[in-house]
């Protein structure tokens, strides 16, 4: 059990790696559908050993949402652009290897030494957390396109969901399921903001707007 | 020292030129031709050695120097290499990065032997070699080093003392079913990244295309086109031990049998080694060449698995 738990972090420190790595648009948003099939997977190996109904509904739900749900919403929404690759992003995809290298790093040494109340399913699972969280924060800044500072957002908030599942048997299941409906709404919302901004100004590169005055 | 230890170089220096008849076959095979013979590299080698060799008037003793000193450096490194949990001939700490400094010995001579020649397309061939190899060689040894992490719980009796950790023999004769068991993921990883760094180091497909004939595209083939005759042989059996070294460390990784017995062990690799083989011919037929720009992105990607996989073994 806890090989394969070993196994699925290391599957999501990799689609992390992906995600900064590939310019194509919809790989990345297939990238983020993997991993949160994944993450889902997780409730139901880290908790307490015989399966709960509160663990099989979060780990439905998060399924369902962030594997299919969300990823449908963007793919729709990256249809409606009709916008195919990152072309010039700000930091290089071989740069942006290396900073993931330094974050890993980073997150492994700062998890290590962060105290925590409870005992954890597996040393990693911190590290994995922290990891996520600053590899969707540096999408958000490393990118142009509007679409891949979604996909940044949702990476972040997988990688607060993972520092939840630390908690998992103390957190209740009510929390969880409103932030999942708050992210659901957050999409919902961008992924027509994304249309709306690529049919006003003909493209979706956030740095460009930055420009616009009313 | 037994006598497997002292019989298996020899052995790799008869059998390595069959992996590239592998490669070759399996290629063939997917495109749907009869294909060259599995032993097509032996009869090259036969042919080659028999003519002569025609030199330039603008190189110097270096170009005449290149070959020979790939070929020694390579036969060099055959003697610290295991062929999984069968030991090498010669095993003390620190012996893999001897290992990767004959390799790297064997390119610097292959690039100054095609700088001496004064041929423009010779000099941008050497320049890229020179590039992608120094983003593969980290990954090599990161990995290796990550290797010697997982195992080093697991250091079989023979080489148990602490001595024997750092050396290849040693980390090799660790990786038993147990390693793998402990530490699979991170392992995994290692193969990955000193699988990509084979196929690179190697000139095959996705890094270099060995069929190539513009000499735009080429890497490695452009360097030895001024090579003749017995050169040109010593070449291409020095590119064929490359393949076998770079092959025995990724295959000792795949195959995790160590029984003590090491004609058993060795027999293992050696089955290893003709699955990467076979596995390298499925690359080739089924991928296309990576853009040049791609490439140092596909390389730093196999360093991040070995680095990866490092950190994931000193924390664990």
Redesign the interface.
Known sequence: MR?LV??LI?LL??TN?RLV?SSHLAACIYVVALQGLVLGLLPLLVGTDPLTLRACVLSGLTMVLKGIIFPWLLLRALRAVQVRKEMEPLVG??TS??V??VL??LA?WFG?RLPLPVSEAS??MV?LALFTIMIGLFAIVSRRKALTQVLGYLVMENGIYAFGLTFAREEPLLVELGTLLDIFMAVFVMGITIFHISREFDHIDTDRLSLLKD | MNTPSLILPFLALILSPLLVGIVNRTKAFFAGRTGQPLFQLYFDLAKLLRKGAVYSKTTSWIFRAGPVVQLAAAITALFVLPWGGASAPFHFNGDLILLAYLMGLMRFFTVLAALDTGSAFEGMGASREVQFSALAEPALLVGLAAAAHAGHDHIAPPLGNFQGALSLSGIYSSLSMDAWLSSGPALLMVAGALFVVFLAENSRIPFDDPNTHLELTMIHEVMILDHGGPDLAMILYGASLKMWLLGSLTAGLIVPVRTGNAWLDASAVFAGLCFLALLTGVVESTMARLRLLRVPQLLVSAGFLSTLALILLLWR
Request: charged fraction near 10%.
């Open positions: 090989l070993d196994a290391v420190i990799l790696l790595a995809y071989t290897l290396l993931g290298a890993l790093a492994m290590r040393p990693l590290p």
